[in-house]
Protein backbone atom coordinates (compact mmCIF):
# COMPACT_ATOMS: atom_id res chain seq x y z
CA UNK A 1 0.00 0.00 0.00
CA UNK A 2 1.45 4.06 -1.11
CA UNK A 3 -0.94 5.14 1.29
CA UNK A 4 -1.86 7.01 -2.18
CA UNK A 5 -5.83 7.00 -2.23
CA UNK A 6 -7.69 7.39 -5.25
CA UNK A 7 -11.51 6.84 -5.94
CA UNK A 8 -13.22 5.81 -7.37
CA UNK A 9 -11.75 2.36 -8.32
CA UNK A 10 -13.96 1.66 -11.44
CA UNK A 11 -15.85 4.33 -13.56
CA UNK A 12 -18.26 3.38 -16.19
CA UNK A 13 -19.84 5.61 -18.62
CA UNK A 14 -21.35 7.36 -21.36
CA UNK A 15 -19.97 10.20 -24.44
CA UNK A 16 -20.19 13.27 -23.80
CA UNK A 17 -20.32 12.71 -19.69
CA UNK A 18 -18.25 14.57 -17.30
CA UNK A 19 -16.44 12.78 -14.69
CA UNK A 20 -14.54 13.59 -11.49
CA UNK A 21 -11.67 11.32 -9.88
CA UNK A 22 -10.53 12.26 -6.92
CA UNK A 23 -6.64 11.45 -5.63
CA UNK A 24 -5.69 11.63 -1.67
CA UNK A 25 -1.78 12.21 -1.60
CA UNK A 26 0.33 10.38 1.34
CA UNK A 27 0.42 12.07 4.76
CA UNK A 28 3.01 15.22 4.19
CA UNK A 29 4.01 15.01 0.20
CA UNK A 30 3.20 18.02 -1.45
CA UNK A 31 2.85 17.03 -5.22
CA UNK A 32 0.67 15.46 -6.63
CA UNK A 33 1.25 14.10 -10.60
CA UNK A 34 -1.65 12.59 -12.46
CA UNK A 35 -0.84 9.89 -15.43
CA UNK A 36 -2.83 8.25 -17.99
CA UNK A 37 -2.34 4.57 -18.83
CA UNK A 38 -3.68 3.09 -21.87
CA UNK A 39 -2.64 0.15 -23.89
CA UNK A 40 -1.59 1.90 -26.98
CA UNK A 41 0.57 5.17 -25.27
CA UNK A 42 1.23 3.47 -22.52
CA UNK A 43 1.91 5.72 -19.08
CA UNK A 44 1.71 9.18 -20.19
CA UNK A 45 2.07 12.74 -17.69
CA UNK A 46 -0.38 14.64 -17.49
CA UNK A 47 -0.23 17.76 -15.29
CA UNK A 48 1.60 17.85 -11.91
CA UNK A 49 -0.04 20.50 -9.02
CA UNK A 50 2.80 21.29 -6.05
CA UNK A 51 0.70 22.64 -3.08
CA UNK A 52 -2.04 23.81 -4.80
CA UNK A 53 -0.45 24.88 -7.49
CA UNK A 54 0.22 24.18 -11.30
CA UNK A 55 3.86 23.52 -11.99
CA UNK A 56 3.68 21.64 -15.15
CA UNK A 57 1.13 20.19 -18.17
CA UNK A 58 2.13 17.20 -19.95
CA UNK A 59 0.16 15.60 -22.74
CA UNK A 60 -3.42 16.73 -21.23
CA UNK A 61 -6.23 17.27 -23.51
CA UNK A 62 -8.57 20.81 -23.44
CA UNK A 63 -11.29 18.94 -21.98
CA UNK A 64 -9.53 17.64 -19.08
CA UNK A 65 -8.65 19.82 -16.06
CA UNK A 66 -7.61 19.54 -12.67
CA UNK A 67 -6.75 21.44 -9.36
CA UNK A 68 -5.50 20.52 -6.06
CA UNK A 69 -7.19 21.57 -2.81
CA UNK A 70 -5.81 23.10 0.54
CA UNK A 71 -5.80 19.67 2.20
CA UNK A 72 -3.91 18.71 -0.71
CA UNK A 73 -6.46 16.19 -2.60
CA UNK A 74 -6.56 16.72 -6.11
CA UNK A 75 -9.22 16.17 -8.56
CA UNK A 76 -9.03 15.22 -12.40
CA UNK A 77 -12.26 16.65 -14.39
CA UNK A 78 -12.83 14.38 -17.79
CA UNK A 79 -15.55 16.46 -19.59
CA UNK A 80 -17.16 15.96 -23.01
CA UNK A 81 -15.83 12.32 -22.66
CA UNK A 82 -15.00 10.43 -25.56
CA UNK A 83 -14.34 6.58 -26.15
CA UNK A 84 -10.52 6.78 -26.63
CA UNK A 85 -10.54 8.79 -22.95
CA UNK A 86 -10.99 5.10 -21.82
CA UNK A 87 -8.06 4.56 -19.72
CA UNK A 88 -6.61 3.83 -15.99
CA UNK A 89 -5.88 7.18 -14.39
CA UNK A 90 -3.13 6.97 -12.17
CA UNK A 91 -1.92 10.24 -9.71
CA UNK A 92 0.76 9.71 -7.72
CA UNK A 93 2.68 11.85 -4.87
CA UNK A 94 5.99 13.01 -3.87
CA UNK A 95 6.93 14.55 -0.69
CA UNK A 96 8.06 18.32 -2.29
CA UNK A 97 9.65 19.51 -5.35
CA UNK A 98 12.83 17.52 -5.03
CA UNK A 99 12.68 14.73 -7.65
CA UNK A 100 12.41 11.72 -6.02
CA UNK A 101 10.47 8.69 -5.37
CA UNK A 102 6.46 9.22 -6.98
CA UNK A 103 4.10 7.11 -4.89
CA UNK A 104 1.30 5.29 -7.29
CA UNK A 105 -2.22 5.33 -5.77
CA UNK A 106 -4.21 1.88 -6.95
CA UNK A 107 -5.69 4.01 -9.94
CA UNK A 108 -9.26 4.41 -11.51
CA UNK A 109 -10.50 2.61 -14.58
CA UNK A 110 -12.62 4.58 -16.85
CA UNK A 111 -14.69 2.95 -19.33
CA UNK A 112 -16.54 5.24 -21.53
CA UNK A 113 -19.19 3.59 -23.56
CA UNK B 1 8.08 11.06 -29.96
CA UNK B 2 9.03 8.54 -27.60
CA UNK B 3 11.50 9.75 -25.34
CA UNK B 4 12.28 6.53 -23.51
CA UNK B 5 12.28 3.60 -25.42
CA UNK B 6 11.84 0.36 -23.76
CA UNK B 7 12.80 -3.55 -25.08
CA UNK B 8 11.55 -6.32 -24.60
CA UNK B 9 8.02 -6.00 -25.03
CA UNK B 10 7.34 -9.44 -23.28
CA UNK B 11 10.10 -11.55 -21.81
CA UNK B 12 9.55 -15.53 -20.84
CA UNK B 13 12.09 -16.48 -18.36
CA UNK B 14 13.07 -19.66 -16.20
CA UNK B 15 13.05 -19.62 -12.71
CA UNK B 16 16.59 -18.83 -11.19
CA UNK B 17 17.62 -17.04 -14.17
CA UNK B 18 18.77 -13.81 -15.47
CA UNK B 19 15.65 -11.36 -16.96
CA UNK B 20 17.26 -8.08 -18.66
CA UNK B 21 15.03 -5.34 -19.78
CA UNK B 22 16.59 -2.59 -21.91
CA UNK B 23 15.97 1.02 -22.48
CA UNK B 24 17.44 3.83 -24.54
CA UNK B 25 16.82 7.86 -24.00
CA UNK B 26 17.14 11.21 -26.19
CA UNK B 27 16.55 13.74 -23.73
CA UNK B 28 20.21 14.36 -22.50
CA UNK B 29 18.66 16.37 -19.68
CA UNK B 30 17.02 13.44 -17.88
CA UNK B 31 19.19 12.60 -14.52
CA UNK B 32 16.91 10.38 -13.06
CA UNK B 33 16.40 6.81 -14.21
CA UNK B 34 13.50 4.58 -12.05
CA UNK B 35 12.18 1.48 -12.61
CA UNK B 36 8.63 0.62 -11.68
CA UNK B 37 6.79 -2.80 -11.38
CA UNK B 38 3.91 -2.98 -11.81
CA UNK B 39 1.23 -6.39 -10.78
CA UNK B 40 -2.30 -6.92 -12.31
CA UNK B 41 -4.84 -3.74 -11.33
CA UNK B 42 -2.10 -2.11 -9.26
CA UNK B 43 -0.24 1.21 -9.38
CA UNK B 44 3.39 1.20 -10.82
CA UNK B 45 5.62 0.81 -7.33
CA UNK B 46 9.17 1.83 -7.22
CA UNK B 47 11.98 -0.72 -7.59
CA UNK B 48 15.15 0.92 -8.04
CA UNK B 49 16.46 3.82 -8.98
CA UNK B 50 20.01 5.52 -10.67
CA UNK B 51 20.90 8.97 -11.37
CA UNK B 52 23.80 9.31 -13.45
CA UNK B 53 26.79 9.67 -11.66
CA UNK B 54 27.27 6.26 -11.22
CA UNK B 55 27.32 3.19 -13.53
CA UNK B 56 25.58 0.88 -11.52
CA UNK B 57 23.38 0.14 -8.42
CA UNK B 58 22.18 -3.02 -6.74
CA UNK B 59 19.29 -3.79 -4.64
CA UNK B 60 19.05 -7.44 -3.92
CA UNK B 61 17.94 -8.98 -6.80
CA UNK B 62 17.90 -5.54 -8.86
CA UNK B 63 20.79 -4.12 -10.41
CA UNK B 64 20.49 -0.89 -13.02
CA UNK B 65 23.34 -0.66 -15.17
CA UNK B 66 23.79 2.47 -17.09
CA UNK B 67 26.04 4.07 -20.12
CA UNK B 68 25.61 7.65 -20.20
CA UNK B 69 27.78 7.65 -23.58
CA UNK B 70 25.20 5.13 -24.99
CA UNK B 71 21.83 6.94 -23.52
CA UNK B 72 21.27 3.61 -22.23
CA UNK B 73 20.03 2.02 -19.13
CA UNK B 74 18.92 -1.75 -18.07
CA UNK B 75 17.93 -3.84 -15.12
CA UNK B 76 19.06 -6.93 -14.78
CA UNK B 77 16.79 -9.31 -12.23
CA UNK B 78 18.78 -12.01 -11.05
CA UNK B 79 17.61 -15.48 -9.63
CA UNK B 80 14.08 -14.56 -11.60
CA UNK B 81 11.05 -15.81 -9.26
CA UNK B 82 7.69 -16.66 -9.94
CA UNK B 83 6.73 -13.69 -7.63
CA UNK B 84 8.62 -11.48 -9.76
CA UNK B 85 5.78 -11.50 -12.89
CA UNK B 86 5.04 -8.58 -13.65
CA UNK B 87 5.31 -5.32 -16.20
CA UNK B 88 8.28 -3.53 -16.13
CA UNK B 89 8.81 0.44 -16.65
CA UNK B 90 11.88 1.96 -17.10
CA UNK B 91 11.49 5.86 -16.79
CA UNK B 92 13.49 9.07 -16.80
CA UNK B 93 12.72 13.06 -15.58
CA UNK B 94 15.01 15.80 -15.88
CA UNK B 95 15.95 18.12 -12.93
CA UNK B 96 15.63 22.24 -12.92
CA UNK B 97 12.17 23.17 -14.13
CA UNK B 98 10.37 22.53 -10.65
CA UNK B 99 8.28 19.45 -12.00
CA UNK B 100 10.02 15.99 -12.23
CA UNK B 101 7.25 14.33 -14.23
CA UNK B 102 8.12 10.74 -15.62
CA UNK B 103 8.90 9.76 -19.08
CA UNK B 104 8.01 6.13 -19.32
CA UNK B 105 8.80 3.33 -21.75
CA UNK B 106 6.15 0.69 -22.85
CA UNK B 107 6.55 -1.33 -20.69
CA UNK B 108 8.08 -5.27 -20.23
CA UNK B 109 6.12 -7.73 -19.46
CA UNK B 110 7.92 -10.66 -17.46
CA UNK B 111 6.32 -13.96 -17.27
CA UNK B 112 8.86 -16.87 -14.77
CA UNK B 113 7.79 -20.06 -15.17
CA UNK B 114 8.52 -22.88 -12.59
Known amino acids: DSGVTQTPKHLITATGQRVTLRCSPR?????VYWYQQSLDQGLQFLIH???????AKGNILERFSAQQFPDLHSELNLSSLELGDSALYFC????????????FGPGTRLLVL | QQQVKQSPQSLIVQKGGISIINCAYE??????FPWYQQFPGKGPALLIA?????SEKKEGRFTISFNKSAKQFSLHIMDSQPGDSATYFC?????????????FGKGTKLSVIP
Open chain 1, 92 to 103: ASSVDGVQETQY
Open chain 1, 27 to 31: SGDLS
Open chain 1, 49 to 55: YYNGEER
Open chain 2, 27 to 32: NTAFDY
Open chain 2, 50 to 54: IRPDV
Open chain 2, 91 to 103: AASASGAGSYQLT
